[in-house]
């Protein structure tokens, strides 16, 4: 009789955990806001109230916004370059994506060519020692977007970074840079 209650015991145990395992899995992802910066020409959900900071170079200003929850981090940004710069798309995403990895120590793993909003885009996935990254660049007269993620390897953040990616809209405006007609 104790080998049969102890039996149950377990039994019942074992279910418990694993239904709050399976639960767990299951929980809706933390609440993401709608993040519109006034003038950027982007949209994009955020997991969270952005840091900004700005960076401004010889040729361009750079814009970013950056979100850190638990082991990822979560940027959108653009870059305003001088009317001057005379840039071809499809090298300048190339030339920023390689800049990127290397700021990173990253190695690319894959890189395709997507459309947003009718805009065409480059995507790429890195990885470094301690990261796997995610990022998008398109570029829009002299103005180059860039969506990026950083996540620590010893987690899987799939839905969260899917979920910012799939989020990033163009504004209605047509994402015009204040040196677009």
């Known amino acids: 009789m104790r080998l049969a209650l102890f039996k149950f015991y377990v039994a019942g145990l074992l279910i418990l955990i694993l239904s709050s395992v399976v639960a ?3 929980e809706a992802p933390p609440p993401w806001a709608k993040f519109e910066p006034e003038g950027a020409g982007f949209s994009v959900l955020m997991p969270g109230k952005p840091v900004e900071a700005i960076d401004k170079r010889r040729t361009f200003t750079l814009h970013s916004f950056a979100v850190t929850m638990g082991r990822g981090t979560y940027i959108a940004s653009y870059s305003d370059y001088t009317p001057d710069a005379k840039l ?4 300048a995403l190339i030339k920023n994506r390689d800049k990127f990895n290397q700021s990173f120590e990253a190695k690319l793993i894959s890189s395709r060519e997507i459309t947003v909003d009718g805009h065409t885009g480059l995507e790429f996935i890195s990885e470094s020692p301690a990261v796997n990254l995610k990022s998008q660049l398109f570029l829009i007269g002299n103005r180059l977007f860039q969506t990026a993620t950083m996540v620590f390897k010893d987690v899987d953040e799939t839905r969260n970074v899917d ?4 989020s990033f809209k163009f504004s209605s405006k047509d994402a015009k ?3 677009e007609p």
């Open 24 to 26: 767990a899995q299951d």
């Open 88 to 91: 071809d798309p499809n090298t």
């Open 163 to 166: 979920r910012f990616f799939q």
């Open 177 to 179: 840079t204040p040196n």
